[in-house]
């Protein structure tokens, strides 16, 4: 069983996607073992997207990040990270295959509904900073 640290992001909040996004989570067999909604801040968003710090997409990363509230998960699973990720598509919507969860409700490379995770290491460090556990 492997951890990872998935967001439904502001735009999915506001959209009124999160049931439609944890059905997919759930359909794929794996299980939401924690989750907290809740508005961003600066502060956790530097350290949470600390690797893209100097990209010129960053600051309107940040702005549409904590315009609202998220929901913050840990979903585990066997492969759970790959799986995520492939369960949620590229980042941006319009490369994503048509059946992923951006592909199918996505269509701005920022607001792009959903985080997943990239790594083992990624994984670990996401849920400490969000749940203080891992
Ligand atoms: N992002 C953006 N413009 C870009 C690339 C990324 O606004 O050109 C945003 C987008 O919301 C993305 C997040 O920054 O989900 C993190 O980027 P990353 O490359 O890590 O993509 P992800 O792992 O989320 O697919």
């Known amino acids: 069983m492997e951890k990872t640290l998935v967001i439904i992001k502001p735009d999915g ?8 996004i944890i059905k997919r989570i759930e359909d794929k067999g794996y299980i939401i073992s924690a989750m907290m909604m809740k508005q961003l801040s600066k502060e956790q968003l530097d ?9 010129t997409f960053y600051p309107s990363l940040v702005s549409y990040m904590s ?4 929901l913050i ?9 790959k799986g995520m990720r492939k369960i949620m598509g590229a980042t941006d919507p319009i490369e994503a295959e048509p059946g992923s969860i951006r592909g199918m409700y996505g ?15 990624s994984a670990e ?6 749940f203080n556990s891992f």
């Open 47 to 55: 350290q949470h997207y600390e690797e893209h710090k100097n990209k």
């Open 73 to 81: 998960m840990i979903v585990e699973g066997v492969n759970a990270i």
């Open 125 to 130: 460090r996401e849920i400490n900073l969000f």
């Open 13 to 20: 909040v506001k959209r009124g996607l999160i049931g439609n």
């Open 67 to 70: 315009s609202g509230n998220s």
């Open 107 to 121: 269509n701005n490379k920022t607001q792009n509904l959903i985080h997943g995770s990239d790594s083992l290491e």
